[in-house]
């Protein structure tokens, strides 16, 4: 049997090939890894037989009329079961550690002071690079949110690239959260540029919020920093929010992955005030007030409707 540590390496190689962002010095990287040693060649094979396997189970097959019936009553449990396979299969934000020059656990919030003189703060499960580039500084966030306060330098330009969104200051305050719906922007002090990949930028200032969605930028609104700003302050704020959405915020307090077993799940509303770390509040609450359950498995939390 291969050994554990060397299948989380080739996991992390798998999931690097396959993210979309792998580049020409990556997979000759992998390659040279790969041939370093015969328990490389098996546990890569070891790894790729299982994500074959994931991708037979997603991909339908055509079959006579006559078995129509059946694959479909199967289609349902093998989709949840690849989920779940994946979930505990892959751990969180594999492919970013070998990418990210700093990046935050679930529950940690960290700061980070720039050469330049700005001061960063990662919410948890958060990662991103930064670096001098052309007389700019850049800071492209990969995942989670961070607080971004920029010291001022009219001659260099402070840079934020999170998906979509493109953010220009000089010198300001906001917090940038990149996730699965998109990209939102909140500024605290000051103004800041914000724009789509070719597109005119949009002045935002401070006691302002906008949100990149399906890669366009929506009109600016009224800041709620005390909801939307809550976890620098040590707490989980949520009026009205889907739970869904309280859910991908609860990931970057607690180590557990969440899958919703249905829609109907997802959109339920939930509103309350939590303390940051402690997660299990927020799920107590979940459970007692909102027709759901929550199956908890090793590092896994299944959410479904009660009916």
């Known amino acids: 049997m291969t050994h554990p540590s060397l299948l989380d390496q080739a996991r992390q ?6 993210s979309g ?34 991708g037979q189970i997603e991909r339908p097959a055509e079959q006579p009329q006559v078995r129509v019936l059946r694959r479909r009553q199967w289609t349902a449990p093998l ?32 700061e980070v002071r720039l050469a330049d003189g700005s001061l960063l703060t990662l919410n948890g499960d958060s990662a991103l690079d930064w670096q001098f580039v052309d007389g700019r500084r850049e800071v492209r966030l990969y995942r989670g949110e961070a607080d971004f306060q920029v010291a001022h330098d009219p001659a260099r330009p402070f840079i934020v690239r999170a998906g979509e969104a493109r953010i220009r200051v000089t010198g300001t ?22 724009s789509s990949e070719g597109r005119e930028p949009l002045p935002v200032v401070g006691g302002q919020q906008v949100q990149w969605r399906g890669g366009a930028l929506q009109a600016p609104q009224a800041l709620d920093g005390r909801q939307r700003l809550g976890w620098q302050r040590g707490k989980l704020v949520f009026r009205d ?25 997802r959109r339920l509303q939930v509103t309350g005030v939590f303390a940051l770390d402690d ?24 959410v479904t409707s009660r009916r």
Do not use: K, N
């Open 21 to 54: 962002r792998a580049t020409a010095a990556d997979r000759a990287a992998a390659q040279a890894w790969r041939q370093a040693a015969p328990e490389h060649e098996q546990a890569l094979r070891e790894v790729e037989g299982l994500w074959s396997l994931l």
């Open 279 to 302: 997660p299990q509040a927020v799920l107590s609450a979940v459970e007692t007030t909102l027709p759901v359950r929550l199956v908890r498995l090793p590092g896994l939390i299944l």
């Open 173 to 194: 305050r906001f917090d940038v959260r990149l996730e699965e719906g998109g990209v939102d922007l909140a500024v605290s002090e000051g103004r800041v540029l914000a």
């Open 241 to 265: 929010r889907p739970l869904v959405q309280v859910f991908a915020e609860l990931e970057r307090s607690q180590s557990a992955r969440v899958l919703f077993a249905d829609e109907a799940a």
């Open 79 to 110: 989709a949840c079961a690849a989920m779940l396979l994946l979930a505990l299969w892959l751990p969180r934000g594999t492919w970013i550690g070998l990418y990210a020059d700093i990046s935050t656990q679930p529950g940690e919030v960290r």
């Open 13 to 18: 190689w798998q999931v690097l090939l396959h």
